[in-house]
């Protein structure tokens, strides 16, 4: 379902007449699992978005466990108290001006997708104590998560297309007790990656894709990996080099997608077989 009537919140710390007939119909509909949230007219005011979001607290519905927000140019702030406490999936596409006050607190989100949210710059993720995935991309100005490590409970993580994040994880590493799958995706700056330390210990499989610039795998930086199962790399044209290493006892597939100088690698005294699918 679409927000498509513009309600005003009271400030003062109550609830619109509005807000409690518009709560109240979303409250009656048995099925509601999927709220979607767009403004009216794409060059619209933001103030119609900012008071559906307000009034979603009081939607008492068990069934309401996933938001999408979407194509909002004005700005909108987004605050955890905002959100039903039933809601488990969150989505937020195309606001182009989003703004998050606080930290996000929520007991029960498990799953979050931001993309193309040029004006997000900052994404703590400490507050959500279920969190199992979280996917960024298409982010200009997002550089960091905060400087609390991300929460134990997420265990799947994807970075797309955000320069600025990428020079933060190069230079301060992801600090994690349970994450255990990692993809990272369109990176330029990068000759050698990863570093020591760079990436948390519990990691399971890594996939590198679109690394334009990447030129060596450096096996220092995997080998206190002792969970490290799979490495996945996709559409680096420039890499050319895997640094002489200890490999974590672990390790069972290691996979190149695409051409590159790199076709075959002896690793120790087990040869790992590269493919190539030009």
């Not at 960091?144 to 993580?157: D, V």
């Not at 297309?161 to 993809?183: A, F, P, V």
Request: charged fraction near 20%.
């Amino acid at each position: 379902m679409a927000a498509t009537t513009t309600l005003s919140g009271d400030r003062s710390g109550g609830i619109s007449h509005q807000c409690h007939v518009f709560s109240l119909y979303l409250s009656s509909i048995p099925c509601l699992s999927l709220f979607s949230i767009s403004p009216l007219h794409e060059n619209g005011d933001g103030g119609e978005v900012q008071s559906v979001l307000e009034c979603l607290r009081h939607i008492q519905s068990p069934c309401f466990q996933r938001l999408r927000i979407e194509r909002c140019w004005s700005t909108i702030s987004i605050s955890g108290d905002y959100f039903p406490a039933e809601l488990e999936y969150l989505e937020i596409w195309k606001c182009s001006k989003l703004t998050f006050p606080e930290p996000v607190e929520h007991k029960l989100l498990t799953e979050i997708h931001v993309s193309k949210c040029d004006s997000v710059r900052l994404f703590p993720l400490g507050a959500l104590p279920n969190l199992k995935k979280f996917t960024i991309s298409d982010c200009s100005e997002m550089d960091c998560f905060g400087e609390e490590c991300l929460p134990p409970s997420l265990t799947s993580l994807e970075i797309s297309n955000c320069q600025k994040l990428e020079s933060w994880i190069t230079s301060n590493g992801l600090q994690s007790e349970g994450l255990t799958h990692l993809s990272l995706q369109g990176w330029n700056g990068v000759k050698s990656f990863p570093g020591e330390g760079c990436l948390p210990a519990s990691l399971q499989s890594l996939r590198l894709s679109l690394f334009r610039n990447l030129e060596t795998l450096d096996f220092k930086g995997l080998h206190h990996l002792t969970s490290l199962r799979e490495v996945k790399i996709e559409r680096c044209p420039k890499l050319k080099n895997i640094t002489q290493g200890k490999m974590p006892a672990s390790l069972s597939e290691l996979y190149i997608h695409g051409a590159c100088p790199l076709t075959e690698y002896d690793i120790g005294y087990q040869r790992y077989y590269i493919l190539r699918f030009l």
